[in-house]
């Protein structure tokens, strides 16, 4: 119709007419009117040459090459993938366009950010439901990908046990309140919500930890010897560590743990580790 349209450049163009400029130096590209995906990617390509998409972009435009120009799943992985500097891989490909899936609101926080592919994958694999309750706890405590990954697994798991939504677990009155507690810090906020949900998802080991911390407590333990217990528990023997360099320290430290095998509170720390009843 002796019409052109623009495919790349709209910000230039816009902005010379903004100041006035009557004409700008364009180059014109043959387009076929039938295969408007060539014109796309001609846009797309000319804005890789000079510039870096985020990751909410990147899936837009997987979106779009999907849903409106009926690119196969094969060929976006093998083509465009890499052209957007991702890996090729199907994972990867499932993970973008569902990050286009979310929500506004969570689009436009994760468009401001760096975003490893991992925490890409982590949000996108949770029905949509329970992702709104992991970014919001994401967003509050500013977390990063493994940390996260630690209490949605926590969250999970109490989810199956108890057989409810994994929302509902991270959406308990008792996370709520600390995310809203204006006087903790972001690290504090994180620290006491992972410790709410390890006493909730392994209540007897917590227990038993608290336990074992008050007898070790008050066992009077000679200064220089550290007794300590296995992390979980499933060793019967407790370790007891020391130093000297000499003889005579030696002896005196064979002394202090004599005494120390003749305190009831050690035979408390025994049976706890033992999984027997005081």
């Known amino acids: 119709q002796g019409k052109y349209q623009i495919v790349a450049g709209f910000r230039r163009a816009f902005a010379c007419r903004d100041i006035g400029l009557a004409q700008i130096p364009a180059q014109i590209y043959p387009v076929d009117p039938d295969n408007p995906l060539a014109a796309f990617c001609l846009a797309l390509y000319e804005n890789l040459a000079h510039r870096?998409?985020?990751?909410?972009?990147?899936?837009?435009i997987l979106r779009k090459l999907s849903a409106q120009f009926r690119c196969p799943a094969d060929e976006l992985a093998q083509t465009f993938l890499p052209a957007l500097g991702l890996?090729?891989?199907?994972?990867?490909?499932d993970a973008y366009l569902r990050l286009a899936a979310?929500?506004?609101?969570?689009?436009?926080h994760l468009a401001g950010q760096e975003l490893p592919l991992g925490l890409i994958e982590?949000?996108?694999a949770l029905p949509p439901e329970d992702r709104g309750a992991a970014f919001r706890l994401m967003t509050a405590v500013n977390i990063n990908q493994n940390k996260l990954r630690e209490l949605l697994t926590m969250a999970e798991e109490i989810a199956l046990r108890d057989g409810c939504a994994l929302r509902d677990v991270l959406t308990d009155?008792?996370?709520?309140?600390?995310?809203?507690?204006?006087?903790?810090?972001?690290?504090?906020?994180?620290?006491?919500?992972?410790d709410a949900l390890r006493r909730r998802r392994f209540p007897r080991l917590t227990a038993l930890e608290q336990e074992y911390a008050a007898a070790?407590?008050?066992?009077?333990s000679p200064q220089g010897v550290q007794l300590a217990a296995d992390r979980y528990f499933?060793?019967?023997a407790l370790t007891a560590t020391f130093?000297?360099?000499?003889?005579?320290?030696?002896?005196?430290?064979?002394?202090?743990?004599?005494?120390?095998?003749?305190?009831?509170?050690?035979?408390t720390l025994l049976r706890l580790i033992q999984g027997q009843s005081q």
């Open 243 to 267: 130093r000297f360099e000499s003889r005579d320290q030696l002896a005196a430290v064979a002394d202090e743990l004599r005494q120390l095998a003749a305190q009831p509170e050690l035979e």
């Open 52 to 60: 870096t998409f985020n990751a909410v972009e990147c899936a837009e």
């Open 173 to 194: 009155p008792a996370i709520l309140g600390v995310l809203a507690h204006e006087k903790f810090s972001a690290p504090q906020k994180l620290d006491t919500i992972r």
């Open 122 to 124: 982590l949000l996108a």
């Open 234 to 236: 499933e060793d019967d």
């Open 102 to 108: 979310f929500d506004d609101e969570q689009k436009r």
């Open 87 to 93: 890996p090729r891989s199907a994972k990867t490909l």
């Open 216 to 220: 070790l407590k008050r066992l009077k």
